[in-house]
């Protein structure tokens, strides 16, 4: 149960920023560059971002040496991950950019996606997510993720439908969103984790201190721009 509900808050969505002209300049604002993962009861975990000309993360790559590259299509939409140079998820779009099946593993077998409008929530079986007005996941099956006012460390990083890094390759938890999240409940509005971030002058969080309930453990998370 505990690894379900871990797994579901690997969801957290990265949001776009606008799209820019593919030969424009990368504008000059901060996106992370560095992430450390601690984990109570678990290795230390890094991870190294770099972005295409556009703002994208092109790739990220861990102290352990795996390595994850993103690509998109004409309108900026994720479109695929590889993992050390392997396939491993493909994403397929209707002409309203509205994921109707992926194909995990390069299996050729498409998994279809099922979107509800009225609640602009996607169903992904055995999972499910509903979007909020900036397009970050509100809630992951039955936990609710809260937000508060401020930037979250992806609020820079261009690219559409990026919570799906998480879904299919969970390395950004709790912070691949456009706005700071404040803490993490279940159905029963019990705090499952909590949130105190630091920031700079800027504006951005550079720690992240996340506090695990009812047996869940604690992380630190250290961030670089």
Do not use: W
């Not at 209707?94 to 390069?106: E, K, L, M, V």
């Not at 992806?154 to 439908?161: C, E, T």
């Amino acid at each position: 149960m505990k690894k379900a509900i871990l797994y579901l808050l690997f969801l957290m969505p990265i949001v776009s920023c606008s799209d820019d002209d593919s030969s424009a300049k990368p504008q000059e604002v901060p996106l992370i560059s560095k992430l450390t993962l601690e984990t109570a009861n678990a290795p230390t975990q890094i991870f190294y971002f770099t972005y295409d000309a556009k703002n994208r993360i092109e790739k990220i790559v861990t102290d352990s040496g795996s390595t994850r590259r993103y690509a998109y299509n004409n309108e900026n939409y994720l479109k695929s991950i590889t993992y050390n140079d392997d396939p491993q998820v493909v994403f397929y779009y209707n002409q309203q950019n509205i994921i109707t099946a992926y194909d995990f593993g390069n299996s050729g077998v498409e998994s279809p996606v099922t979107y509800h409008a009225a609640q602009n929530s996607y169903s992904m079986p055995p999972n499910s997510y509903t979007l909020n007005a900036q397009d970050d996941v509100s809630i992951a099956d039955s936990n609710k993720i809260n937000f508060t006012e401020k930037n979250g460390v992806f609020a820079n990083v261009n690219g559409k439908n990026l919570h799906l890094m998480n879904y299919f390759a969970g390395v950004l938890p709790f912070i691949s969103s456009k706005m700071a999240v404040e803490n993490v409940v279940d159905q029963n509005n019990n705090i499952i984790y909590k949130m105190e971030t630091q920031y700079n002058e800027s504006g951005f969080p550079v720690t992240i201190e996340i506090t695990g309930f009812f047996g869940f453990d604690d992380m630190t998370v250290n961030l670089e721009y």
